[in-house]
């Protein structure tokens, strides 16, 4: 645009005038990393228009214009409608602000706040470069008259852009006014402290994470339905909301410590931690109630004996073999408080599945990340993931591979992440040739009806689920989303029924053959654990939760330790097929899913499905529930005494 304005050429000003404008709209649009890299780069949105502006007064002085009214006006204009900018941000900022909310629920009735709806998202949303495109009426007037010769154009053209940034300036102060904005934070406070006292819950799941971890609080949500009593959850990140599972349990998102330690939670018995996290010192100051690590998974990694468990009344393991752990580790947990109450999270997993004959057996790779450490033993995916993969879809005995890896993969290491993309498009690969092979082909033609059937019905469930889990965004209204948030059994009901049916079209829509990378939250692990008949991961709780479906599984020595010293670090693996670096082994792993009379290892599965799981009878949610008894009674004794 410059070049052209110093030309001066007209026509192709006008036309990359055009496209400039385009090109920011559509970055905004699609919220592109470039917008923080220009703004990094002193080139934000501000700027860019601004300089915009001042190239077209350079092409109306080049067009011999400068001494022109009109240049004179264009140049109040843009400096009029810049020092406009400053009041539209700052109401932007007050109806933002001023419409959150110290304490955002779901599931709870806050129609006593009389909470009105929030102001449109035409107001709100990427507001800042609305507002600067109202200068589009004053560039066009201006260029049309600096064309044709006929001012009035560019007067036209201004008082337009003048016109709409007043009335957009307007509209956004009249939603300020009294009864539009979220009730105050003492207000909501005093409100919520009352529907505690109201409510009166027993148990809190406490949790604060990044937004990547909300897995590790979705994992109990459904437990929590199911205990006794009247539960809570309890988050601290805005962003935990947003990503949060469904769920008929009442939910609270506290952001402030301040507001947190002034809340009543004098009548909660048992807080559940699923995280070691520094913001747990927030709750377990409170002495009234008794506070139980849960965990998020239970593995041999080193995450699961971190001596930070002290702190905790009680740390929950799975079964015997969590015990044990602590007690090898010397951390100084004590073994008086260690309690073992099974994994409600694993009821949805299935054991062995019924195969026709023709069927090629799955095998599902599902590698952990690589961790805050440094240690070769944390994953497989950098030494052994590409041989791992390779032999799997070379083995003689063909077999299907779902690699599904850990969502935080490559977020620390790099070359994580590249081992990752070298999977995939090893995958691929493999995927392309048995695409191509006659047998397979011929298979998919056969079957091909069937699959489309599945992915019209796939592509109906996704919408149907989009529809029933709609989120509004990061930037949406607080208060109007948490107003509009309750609880609906049947809406709840239906979620379920319509993640069943896109988890069993999803299935339905490739064929049983088919090579496939998944990533994201659909289908979940449990679900590949059902589709597979074997696996191969690494030390994490991935394996000890995919023991309690019996079936055969091979994990790698990443660090080189050895078998016999491998098997004695590390529990989950005593029933496994141990892996080197290049993946040799791994035809034994194939051979016991082929063939279950060449398993060696059932037998010791089972019994170390015991050790770690702990018994079937009574079930995980009636041991959980029982733990949760007896704890909430040792919580009255103390607090009983306290009192004398």
Not at 19 to 25: A, F, K, Q, T
């Amino acid at each position: 645009m410059g070049a052209a304005a110093l030309a001066p050429h007209f026509a192709l000003f006008t036309v990359l005038c055009a496209v400039s404008y385009l090109s920011d709209h559509y970055l905004h649009r699609r919220g592109s990393p470039l917008l923080g890299q220009l703004g990094k780069l002193r080139a934000g949105l501000s700027m860019r228009f601004l300089v915009r502006q001042l190239i077209l007064v350079l092409l109306l002085s080049r067009m011999d214009l400068a001494e022109d009214p009109i240049a004179y006006t264009a140049i109040a204009c843009f400096l009029l409608f810049y020092g406009l900018q400053a009041p539209h941000t700052a109401l932007t900022t007050l109806l933002r602000t001023r419409r959150r909310m110290p304490v955002i629920t779901r599931n709870i009735d806050l129609s006593a706040l009389r909470i009105a709806d929030a102001p449109r998202k035409v107001l709100t949303r990427r507001a800042a470069e609305k507002m600067q495109h109202l200068d589009i009426p004053a560039v066009a007037g201006v260029l049309a008259a600096a064309e044709t010769g006929e001012s009035d154009y560019a007067y036209a053209g201004m008082a337009v852009s003048l016109g709409l940034a007043l009335l957009y300036l307007a509209a956004q102060a009249w939603c300020l006014r009294k009864g539009r904005l979220a009730p105050d934070t003492d207000t909501a406070l005093e409100w919520f402290d009352n529907w505690l006292r109201g409510y009166g819950p027993t148990t809190v799941l406490y949790f604060s994470g990044s937004a990547a971890s909300t897995y590790q609080v979705n994992m109990w949500l459904e437990t929590m339905e199911k205990l006794e009593g009247r539960p809570l959850v309890i988050v601290r990140e805005r962003h935990t909301l947003n990503d949060l599972g469904s769920t008929a349990v009442p939910v609270a998102c506290v952001p402030s410590a301040v507001h947190l330690m002034n809340m009543d939670l004098t009548m909660v018995r048992v807080a559940l931690y699923p995280a070691n996290v520094g913001k747990n010192i927030h709750m377990l100051r409170v002495p009234t109630m008794k506070h139980v690590f849960i965990g998020h998974g239970d593995s041999d990694k080193i995450a699961s004996v971190n001596p930070y468990s002290k702190v905790y009344d009680e740390v929950w393991s799975a079964g015997k073999a969590g015990r044990d752990r602590y007690e090898l580790a010397g951390v100084g947990v004590r073994d008086d408080s260690i309690v073992e109450v099974g994994r409600p999270q694993l009821a949805p997993i299935r054991g062995a599945r019924h195969r026709a004959p023709e069927v090629i057996p799955t095998v599902l790779y599902a590698p952990t990340w690589e961790g805050w450490t440094d240690d070769p033993g944390n994953t497989s995916i950098l030494l052994a993931g590409e041989n791992i993969v390779r032999r799997l879809v070379e083995a003689p005995r063909p077999v299907r591979v779902l690699y599904k890896p850990h969502p935080f993969t490559g977020t620390r290491a790099p070359e994580a992440g590249a081992a990752h993309r070298r999977i995939v498009a090893l995958l691929e690969e493999a995927a392309g040739k048995r695409a191509a092979d006659p047998r397979w082909s011929a298979e998919q033609a056969r079957c091909e009806a069937g699959h489309a059937q599945a992915r019209a019905q796939l592509a109906d469930a996704e919408a149907r689920l989009a529809a029933l889990t709609a989120r509004i965004g990061r930037a949406a209204d607080e208060a109007q989303t948490a107003r509009d948030a309750l609880a609906d059994p049947a809406r709840e009901a239906e979620i379920k029924s319509v993640r069943q049916e896109w988890n069993d079209a999803f299935w339905r829509s490739f064929g049983w053959w088919e090579h496939r990378v998944i990533t994201g939250s659909r289908p979940a692990l449990y679900d590949c654990f059902n589709e597979s008949d074997g696996m191969v991961s690494d030390i994490s709780s991935v394996v000890s939760d995919f023991i309690a479906s019996g079936k055969p599984y091979a994990v790698t020595d990443s660090a080189g330790l050895g078998v016999v010293e491998f098997r004695r670090q590390n529990t989950a693996v005593r029933a496994a097929v141990i892996l080197s670096n290049e993946a040799g082994e791994i035809g034994v792993l194939t051979d016991a899913i082929a063939d279950p009379s060449a398993d060696p290892l059932a037998g010791h599965r089972a019994q170390l499905k015991s050790y770690l799981l702990g018994p079937e009878e009574p079930s995980s949610i009636e041991q959980f529930n029982r733990a949760i008894r007896e704890l909430s009674a040792k919580a009255e004794v103390r607090n009983l005494e306290r009192v004398v």
